[in-house]
């Protein structure tokens, strides 16, 4: 056995084809939105960070 047979096939490789093959509007959304949330909770950490700084600074 090589571990090239046609058939045989890498877990990743098998997800990744399933996810394919059945992705939803619904999967599609939430992933959509959790990228959304997740950027804009980041942005947000940021911003905070900065202006804390920045009032540090001047006093």
Do not use: N, Y
């Amino acid at each position: 056995m090589t571990g090239s047979e046609s058939d045989e096939r890498t877990l990743p490789r098998q997800m990744w084809s399933g996810v394919r093959e059945t992705l939803s509007p619904t999967i599609a959304a939430v992933a959509t939105l959790l990228i959304l949330f997740s950027t804009l909770f980041l942005a947000t950490i940021q911003w905070l960070h900065r202006r804390a700084e920045r009032q540090k600074l001047m006093h």
